[in-house]
């Protein structure tokens, strides 16, 4: 893969051929992953696709049907969790209720037997980071959700690990405190250079955080980049669809050639596209282009594909406004304009957008939400 991969020491923690099934149901597919030391590296994907299976057996609650895993160069798989010398953070705190904010913190440390005198600026460095030393002697349910989480974020590093496994920490927080708590973990991370594995369901906060992305679908990586790569160069329809938003148009390939395509769509229209996969004339196909890709045209642009539509509806967003534009195919595609523009329903317009924004995807490989298997997983 090429050096801007985001990798920076690959292999701290290497699955190799990992697989987990329960009876004749497979969880997790052959799964091939390496994770650099000191990476931020994120499973995202819809419920049930396999990210905390996967989580959980780099944590040694679960053991691989099938597989090695390695951390630092060394097999964990006799290594009992608390032997891996991992930090974990989980959605529902399980913080000690009976216990002091400082007295929870220190838990981990006790545990370790740790010397009395280490402890307690262990602590105070730990609550300091997650801003909640003058906290230290509140009981956890006297604290916020926020503040609970941060509580577990601190317990999770004052051991130092090297590694710092998270499972949908923030989704208990609401949308705002969960975006500033993105902001400090990222900030945390950062300064100690831990290496973190991170699962959400959440894309955008995925896409914040992560030095680079693993998407996951029906138990396997069905690719793996950075956010970068993941939002502009999506190798399988699902990808497309799932980082970011998209268009979808379903069409008819007509010709390929050169990395391209010719698609046809519903009454005679043709759109240019990147051809990515395997597409043949004659083939149904899935094109996506993002609302912010396609422009308005002006009298002398040029543009690979220029579509005339008809105005179906504008919300306005303060920043920018929603176009919904109808095609002669009678396909409707949002475009993403300035504040500024009246676009009165019926009002003819023309769409325009280079081929290179535009990627053609073998239809199949969606149909019935069925996933592709054909991205690269590792
Ligand atoms: P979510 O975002 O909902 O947590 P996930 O991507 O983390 O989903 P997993 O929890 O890894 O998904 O589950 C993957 C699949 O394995 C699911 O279909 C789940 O039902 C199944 N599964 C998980 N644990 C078990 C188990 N102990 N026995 C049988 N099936 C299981």
């Known amino acids: 893969e090429p050096a801007s991969d985001g990798r920076r020491d690959a292999k701290f923690v290497d699955f190799i051929d990992v697989e987990k099934n329960y009876g004749s149901f497979q969880a997790v597919r052959r799964l091939n992953l390496s994770v650099g030391r000191g990476e931020f590296l994120t499973f995202l994907g819809p419920s049930g696709s396999g990210k905390t299976t996967t989580l959980n057996m780099l944590a040694g609650f679960e053991r691989p049907s099938q597989g090695v ?12 969790p608390y032997d891996r010398n991992i930090g974990m953070v989980f959605q529902n705190y399980a913080l000690f209720p009976h216990m002091s904010v400082a007295d929870n913190v220190a838990f981990p440390l006790s545990v370790r037997k740790y010397p009395k005198a280490e402890i307690a600026p262990r602590v105070t460095r730990a609550l300091d980071m997650v801003k909640l030393e003058r906290f230290k002697d509140r009981k956890p349910t006297q604290l916020s959700g926020g503040q609970q989480q941060r509580v577990a974020l601190a317990r999770a590093l004052v051991f130092e690990p090297a590694l710092v496994l998270m499972d949908e920490p923030l989704g208990a927080l609401d949308k705002k405190l969960r975006e ?3 902001i400090e973990l990222k900030q945390i991370h950062e300064m100690l ?3 973190i594995v991170y699962v959400t369901h959440d894309q955008s906060e995925a896409l914040t955080m992560s030095d680079r992305v693993a998407i996951f679908d029906s ?6 980049g950075t956010p970068d790569a993941l939002y502009n160069e999506p190798a399988t329809a699902f990808v497309a669809g799932f980082i970011g938003e998209n268009n979808a148009l379903d069409g008819e390939v007509e010709s390929v050639g050169n990395g391209r395509c010719v698609v046809a769509l519903p009454n005679g229209l043709k759109v240019a596209a990147l051809a990515i996969g395997d597409l043949r004339p004659g083939a149904p196909v899935h094109l996506t282009v993002r609302p912010e890709r396609i422009a308005l045209s002006n009298a002398n642009g040029q543009s690979d594909n220029r579509l005339q539509a008809t105005v179906d509806g504008c919300i306005y967003h303060g920043d920018h406004q929603r176009l919904l534009a109808r095609l ?3 396909q409707v595609l ?5 504040p500024e523009a009246t676009m009165a329903a019926g009002k003819a317009i023309e769409l325009c957008w280079p081929a290179s924004d535009c990627r053609a995807f073998p239809a199949g490989a969606v149909a019935d939400g069925k996933p592709s298997n054909t ?3 590792s």
Do not use: E, Y
């Open 328 to 330: 002669a195919s009678g």
């Open 180 to 182: 500033h708590m993105q």
């Open 334 to 338: 949002t475009v993403k304009i300035g």
């Open 375 to 377: 991205g690269s997983g």
């Open 69 to 80: 895993i390695t951390l630092d160069g060394k097999s964990v798989d006799r290594l009992p």
């Open 219 to 224: 138990g396997s990586i069905v690719q793996i």
């Open 193 to 195: 250079g831990v290496t």
